[in-house]
């Protein structure tokens, strides 16, 4: 019985650790629970330029004009309330992934000759 108190007692700070580590995760993990709908963001992009912002849905279209050789590139998420482009530096995930992204949000931004409008500059990614 001692033995066995012990034993909890070690694999305690694991167990909190494990916890404080997902909860640092959770809301880029594709999780909906933190993320800002995309609907609020498209309405009132002026009250979050320039602000953290994390969104989760899927990607619906990827648009890279140089093919990967200079990095930039942008993707569509959509959630249940929008869609938005996201502007990456890191490469693009593929159309169907599901995503969680960690941004700052622009407007009325261009790739190329496309108005992309309100985007979220991506900070960090996380596929599912």
């Keep these: 019985m001692i033995r066995r108190s012990v034993h909890r007692f070690r694999s305690a ?3 909190v650790m494990l ?3 997902l909860l640092a995760v959770a809301p880029l993990s ?3 629970g933190g993320a800002e709908p995309i609907s609020h963001i498209l309405a009132s992009p002026t009250s979050y330029a320039d602000k953290d912002v994390t969104i989760a849905g899927h990607v619906t279209r990827v648009f890279d004009p140089t093919a990967g050789l200079v990095g930039l590139a942008a993707y ?3 959630d249940k309330t929008g869609k938005i482009w996201v502007i990456t530096h890191g490469g693009a995930p593929s159309v ?4 969680g992204v ?3 949000v ?3 931004f261009s790739l190329g000759s496309e108005l992309l409008g309100a985007v979220l ?3 960090e990614h996380r596929t599912r």
Excluded: F
């Design 19 to 21: 916890l404080l580590i």
């Design 30 to 32: 594709g999780c909906k």
């Design 13 to 15: 700070p694991a167990l």
């Design 102 to 104: 960690k941004g700052r």
């Design 76 to 78: 569509q998420v959509e």
């Design 121 to 123: 500059n991506e900070e």
């Design 96 to 99: 169907g992934s599901e995503v």
């Design 106 to 108: 622009r407007q009325d």
